[in-house]
């Protein structure tokens, strides 16, 4: 019996990673196509991502963070679309950003608006958003989160707010290289930088990012919180507080 039929979840060897897609461009595209759900981390792990939700329509989980949303959205690593299509019907005005040209048909063929770019590229409308969306894992873009909150406040006009979903368990934070395994433990894709990261950590990340944890729920099997950009005295009054 091989290594990997005895050890189904340590089916990656850490150290031999040779990270190839510079941003996860097309990484998730197995999984976008139904062919994969499970994300393997360099570390031996692997685990089971949520695929089928992304081609259901906004659940009843998915309310606290659509709640939050009264003004122009732009959501980051919008997949298939599913939460721009319900800020839509809500009479939101919302638009979806993903590298992945899967996602952007997907998107596409439900008629959802969409840039088909990286979200540390150019995109339209920046710091003009009301709010932006890092849902379902979307914190992991990039595999750094501190990065990737500074990135979502410069798109964010002056009131605005970043939504971001997290991990439920206090399991800190994981950042590092992952990539897509089919069902029989095969490689789909390439490597790309991702994180995890739980609720315990996003306060302190946000200050980083120049925004402040207003408001977090807590689902029965999800966690969400709103993060509202920092005014020039609550950072003053934090730059004294600390000196
Ligand atoms: C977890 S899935 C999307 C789930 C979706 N937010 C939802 O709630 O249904 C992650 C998505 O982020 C996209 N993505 C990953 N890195 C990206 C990047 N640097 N720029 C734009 N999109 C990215 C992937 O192509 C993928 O569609």
């Known amino acids: 019996?091989?290594?990997?039929?005895?050890?189904?979840?340590?089916?990656?060897?850490?150290?031999?990673?040779?990270?190839?897609?510079?941003?996860?461009?097309?990484?998730?595209?197995?999984?976008?196509?139904?062919?994969?759900?499970?994300?393997?981390?360099?570390?031996?792990?692997?685990?089971?991502?949520?695929?089928?939700?992304?081609?259901?329509?906004?659940?009843?989980?998915?309310?606290?963070?659509?709640?939050?949303?009264?003004?122009?959205?732009?959501?980051?690593?919008?997949?298939?679309?599913?939460?721009?299509?319900?800020?839509?019907?809500?009479?939101?005005?919302?638009?979806?950003?993903?590298?992945?040209p899967v996602a952007v048909s997907q998107c596409r063929a439900r008629g959802v608006p969409v840039v088909h770019g990286d979200v540390f590229g150019p995109l339209p409308r920046s710091g003009e958003w009301q709010h932006v969306l890092l849902a379902d894992g979307n914190i992991g873009i990039g595999g750094d989160p501190l990065a990737l909150l500074r990135r979502a406040a410069s798109l964010l006009n002056r009131d605005g707010s970043v939504l971001v979903e997290t991990g439920t368990s206090a399991s800190g934070w994981w950042s590092g290289q992952a990539c897509l395994h089919d069902d029989s433990g095969g490689v789909v894709g390439s490597w790309f930088p991702w994180a995890f990261l739980d609720l315990s950590r996003l306060a302190d990340l946000a200050r980083g990012a120049e925004l402040s944890m207003v408001d977090v729920h807590r689902g029965s099997s999800r966690c969400f919180a709103r993060l509202s950009r920092r005014t020039a005295s609550e950072a003053d009054g934090l730059g004294s507080r600390g000196s």
């Open 1 to 100: 019996m091989s290594a990997t039929a005895r050890h189904p979840a340590y089916l990656v060897r850490p150290g031999l990673i040779r990270p190839v897609a510079p941003a996860g461009h097309g990484a998730f595209d197995a999984a976008l196509a139904g062919r994969s759900s499970r994300l393997c981390l360099d570390d031996g792990r692997c685990v089971t991502l949520p695929a089928r939700r992304w081609h259901a329509a906004a659940s009843k989980a998915d309310q606290w963070l659509l709640r939050q949303c009264h003004g122009p959205t732009l959501d980051l690593g919008c997949g298939p679309g599913r939460m721009v299509e319900a800020l839509l019907t809500a009479g939101v005005s919302a638009l979806g950003v993903d590298c992945s």
